[in-house]
């Protein structure tokens, strides 16, 4: 098996890993809210953390998912639109669009990187009743636009090579 094979197998694991992982933590804020309206309806106590922990996990829902969702071009297009064009046309818009994507993720990943070093560094953290280091928390957001960077590049040499077969 060439090697560019078993990175592309091994990058779609992974990105199917962090989608996995995701569906898993909607599920562990179920359960906590569950947990806690129990505890709270049964014992009167109301866990102070729940909220918190709940907050975060939203947080890394959406980014655990989002290169999954690309991987699969699931996302939001403007099909009416695509559909006005024909194959060629609508393969070179798409073509662009993934070049857009590809810069503008790429810009978060970098500026996201910056941030979360920064607050790794100054040891910055949250102020509420966990008090996480923020680094964790919103490493979350450069580490997820990593892998939508290349899965945007996968696309456009996906749409490239569909380009150039639509003009055979």
């Known amino acids: 098996m060439p090697l560019t094979s078993t990175i592309r197998k091994a990058f779609d694991l992974l990105i199917d890993i962090m989608a996995s992982v995701g569906r898993l933590l909607l599920i562990v804020i179920i359960v906590l809210i569950l947990i806690d309206i129990i505890a709270l309806s049964t014992l009167n106590y109301s866990f102070s953390w729940v909220f918190e922990v709940t907050e975060y996990l939203l947080l890394f829902i959406p980014f655990l998912g989002v290169a999954f969702v690309l991987k699969r071009e699931e996302h939001i297009k403007l099909d009416f639109l695509l559909n006005l064009l024909n194959i060629e046309q609508r393969t070179m818009v798409e073509i662009i669009n993934s070049f857009i994507g590809l810069i503008t993720s790429l810009i978060i990943a970098v500026f996201g990187f910056l941030v979360t070093w920064k607050f790794l560094v100054n040891s910055a953290m949250t102020e509420a009743v966990l008090q996480l280091p923020r680094f964790i928390i919103v490493?979350?957001?450069?580490?997820?636009?990593?892998?939508?960077?290349?899965?945007?590049?996968?696309?456009?040499?996906?749409?490239?090579?569909?380009?150039?077969n639509s003009k055979v």
């Open 139 to 164: 490493g979350i957001i450069p580490i997820s636009f990593v892998f939508v960077t290349i899965q945007f590049l996968r696309n456009i040499t996906n749409k490239i090579e569909k380009y150039k």
